[in-house]
């Protein structure tokens, strides 16, 4: 156990990017743990040890989705692409081709605007020192 | 395109990069209300009002045996700052310039960062009511010198634990208590920051536009930003010299808990 979720030396990053890293390791986590327990109810006979452990997989959706809808309000270029992928019927690759298209062309800015809306993508600055 | 009309600017996509870069570096400092209240959107132009879930009886319904209530929201407001820049100088950075001037797009950018400080902590008649315009607390007053910061700070956690406002805390600084807490050190050269810091266990912001100070919880839910469209550039008109822009935003703020916050006056 250490700060392994850092890449970089833990010092010289920012807060704002401490949390984020947190995060998105805590979302790793999640991930690990449906995988888990899906591999745990394909092969499990025992009806009350199963329905113990769908309820344990439903904890880990929940906290999953927290993560992700944390780092996509931090993040507003991901968040936009997620827009164009998430809840979408239809073909996934061809919306996520489109989605990055819509979001990042012309070098992520341009005319239109790296960011939702035309915005700077400023958002939220909480956790950002002073 | 929307209604930026970007697209419409005779200004290239690396003139857009280099312009939006600029406002993100200048803005990201000074907006002071983003780093301690929750933060809603964006939701786009479009959106236009915040829901309350709050209802207002209505004189008389359309027909008998029939009553009615009209909802309360609370509409976003838009803020606008508009600046110029010389086509020459855009197009000297096109070419590889690095000191071409941005100063009124600078100017601009502190402007509407302030405009957005004011309106959150202190309110904007007939349009935004402040954290400071909702609190119920009289507010404490700052001394003369910062080395008395510390007491005026923790009486005001004090009195919002009294309120069972629980931490950790923010503090805003207007500018001038932000100079003095930074070139002040305590006795044995402790650094008056720092000490501040103990005290809230959050953050310390320095906040063009506010009037003295404010403290605040951080615990969420007491204080919610809600975004329509995010601060963006847009395209107002052009000729031959100059590129007519402007920073623009729009959003609500409402305050959910007016207790916890406490306004310290200069």
């Avoid at chain 2, 941005?102 to 902590?121: C, M, R, S, T, Y």
């Avoid at chain 2, 119920?136 to 007053?141: A, F, G, T, V, Y």
């Amino acid at each position: 156990m250490g700060f392994d979720q850092y890449h970089e030396p833990p010092e010289e990053l920012p807060p704002a990017t401490r949390t984020f890293a947190r995060l998105c390791a805590s979302l790793t986590e999640e991930a690990e743990a449906i995988g888990w327990y899906e591999q745990r109810l394909a092969i499990e006979t025992d009806p009350e040890a199963l329905a113990v452990m769908r309820d344990a997989q439903g904890e880990e959706f929940k906290h999953f989705s927290m993560d992700l809808e944390f780092l996509l309000r931090r993040t507003p270029a991901w968040r936009e692409v997620a827009q164009g992928i998430l809840f979408q019927a239809g073909d996934i690759v061809e919306h996520g081709e489109e989605a990055e298209a819509e979001t990042f062309d012309g070098d992520g800015a341009g005319s239109e605007g790296a960011f939702a809306h035309g915005s700077l993508g400023i958002g939220s600055l909480r956790g950002v020192s002073r | 395109m929307n209604h930026l009309l970007r697209s419409n600017a005779p200004i290239s996509d690396a003139g857009w990069n280099l312009l939006d870069e600029e406002a993100r570096e200048r803005l990201a400092p000074a907006l002071a209300a983003r780093k301690l209240v929750d933060f809603s959107g964006p939701h786009g132009w479009d959106h236009s009002a915040t829901d309350l879930g709050r209802v207002t009886p209505v004189g008389s319904a359309p027909a008998e045996g029939v009553s009615g209530l009209q909802r309360r929201v609370l509409p976003l407001v838009e803020i606008r700052a508009d600046f110029e820049l010389s086509r020459s100088d855009l197009r000297d950075a096109d070419r590889g310039a690095d000191d071409i001037d941005l100063g009124a797009l600078d100017k601009a950018a502190h402007q509407i960062a302030v405009a957005e400080n004011v309106a959150v902590f202190h309110g904007w008649h007939g349009a935004v009511t402040g954290i400071a315009d909702a609190s119920p607390h009289d507010s404490l007053q700052l001394p003369e010198t910062a080395d008395g910061y510390p007491r005026s700070v923790a009486s005001a956690v004090e009195r919002l634990l009294c309120s069972g406002v629980i931490g950790s805390y923010g503090l805003a600084l207007g500018r001038e208590q932000y100079r003095r807490v930074v070139e002040t050190a305590e006795h044995g050269g402790y650094p008056l920051l720092e000490h501040l810091r103990k005290i809230l266990e959050g953050p310390i912001v320095w906040a063009p536009g506010v009037d003295g100070a404010v403290v605040l919880s951080l615990r969420g839910g007491d204080f919610v930003f809600e975004s329509g469209q995010d601060l963006s550039i847009g395209f107002d008109s052009g000729d031959a010299d100059l590129v007519h822009l402007y920073l623009e935003e729009s959003f609500s703020f409402h305050v959910a808990t007016p207790e916890a916050a406490v306004t310290l006056k200069p």
